[in-house]
């Protein structure tokens, strides 16, 4: 019974806004009982998915995210920062420093399991490290972080070359192929660079990537961006659209638009957003469809991620806002009351199925992303 009280008195405190910088620890798993006594209560239920994340996931000897909670403890290297994103969520939300415990931890498990290096094949891999990085160095005030993403974010530009125009390829040892998922991260990182810190040289590459994707892979009467052009054959994969292509997209064009201005960068950001949530749903229940597990079980939460940040952009109209509060709202009330179970707190490909007692690193991110966007989009007081 005092654990309950306590518990509820640090849900007081957070709804109230009172802990500003990580204070009280809560070192214990949230038991059942606590959890079935939740209601959609934002703030609660992002605690509940983002605890569950660490207490569920975390490895604890080696200092990094395992890939389920089922034993599968091998390592992987792109879904750990976004792992580091939901804790940076969770700290900036809450301000306990039990989610705080964890930076240093990860910025030294996840490099050394790396093979004691920030670098990686992969640039679009790479690009996520540096945007989580970026974001904790914001959450933490420890430099060490953005010299790492600066570290990070030189190597990224050597993925740029001519092929196709232009545009960051995917991987260094392919670098004829040109995708979605690798230039529109870095088109973020170098405008959140250039608006943070200032060097007109990382405006001039948020601009130049994006344009690339603007002009190769998006499709503006439509508003999906294709996956990827391979340009030894000149060939567009139109047949692959992805949440996730979406949203980094859209999020690219919205910080554009924070550092310029400019009204096509918010029209881009519009139509993607419109796109997803029409054509990339279940037509029967309007959720964001499935993308299956592995790398897919993450598109969805990458896709939540910008389109909350949309959301709050006074670029949009207010029925604009509006309808995606409603989409983004129902989405997450489904997954909380049917696709939860509260003892359990995991969650599945799809958000209207319970996945049991155990699932994946990936899908169990992309629900706890969907969770602390709608806690922080209740905080700016837009979902009473």
Not at 219 to 248: C, H, K, R
Request: glycine share 8%; proline share 2%.
């Amino acid at each position: 019974m005092k654990k309950h009280w306590m518990f509820l008195l640090l849900v007081l405190f957070f709804s109230a806004g009172i802990l500003a910088a990580c204070g009280d620890n809560r070192k214990d798993p949230p038991d059942a009982g606590e959890i079935e006594t939740l209601s959609v209560n934002w703030a609660d239920a992002a605690d509940s998915s983002s605890r569950t994340l660490i207490f569920r996931f975390w490895n604890n000897s080696e200092n990094y995210f395992n890939t389920d909670n089922a034993g599968d403890k091998s390592f992987q290297y792109w879904p750990n920062a976004h792992a580091l994103d939901v804790i940076t969520d969770a700290c900036l939300r809450s301000g306990d420093s039990f989610y705080k415990d964890y930076f240093d931890r990860w910025f030294e498990g996840v490099r050394r399991k790396n093979g004691n290096t920030w670098y990686n094949v992969f640039y679009d891999d790479m690009e996520w490290i540096a945007l989580a990085m970026l974001r904790a160095y914001n959450a933490t005030d420890d430099g060490k972080w953005l010299a790492a993403c600066r570290e990070v974010w030189q190597d990224i530009k050597t993925g740029w070359n001519e092929r196709g125009g232009g545009g960051i390829a995917w991987k260094k040892d392919q670098l004829w192929s040109k995708n979605a998922c690798s230039n529109g991260p870095p088109a973020i990182l170098a405008a959140r660079l250039y608006r943070q810190f200032g060097d007109e040289e990382d405006k001039e590459w948020a601009e130049k990537i994006y344009a690339w994707l603007r002009e190769t892979l998006f499709m503006p009467g439509v508003g999906s961006v294709a996956d990827n052009l391979n340009t030894e054959t000149g060939v567009i994969n139109s047949s692959w659209i992805f949440t996730y292509n979406q949203g980094t997209f859209l999020g690219a064009a919205l910080e554009l638009y924070e550092i310029t201005g400019e009204k096509i960068y918010i029209n881009d950001a519009v139509k993607a957003a419109d796109y997803t949530i029409n054509a990339l749903v279940n037509a029967n229940d309007a959720l964001l469809k499935s993308e299956g597990t592995g790398d897919g079980g993450l598109f969805k939460g990458i896709f939540v991620r910008y389109f909350a940040q949309l959301i709050l952009s006074d670029g949009i109209t207010e029925a604009t806002r509006k309808k995606y509060l409603t989409f983004l709202k129902h989405n997450g009330e489904t997954l909380w009351k049917q696709g939860t179970d509260k003892q359990w707190v995991l969650f599945a490909p799809y958000w209207k199925d319970k996945p049991g007692t155990t699932t994946g690193l990936t899908e169990q991110l992309s629900g706890c992303m969907l969770m602390e966007a709608l806690a922080m989009l209740d905080r700016e007081g837009l979902l009473k």
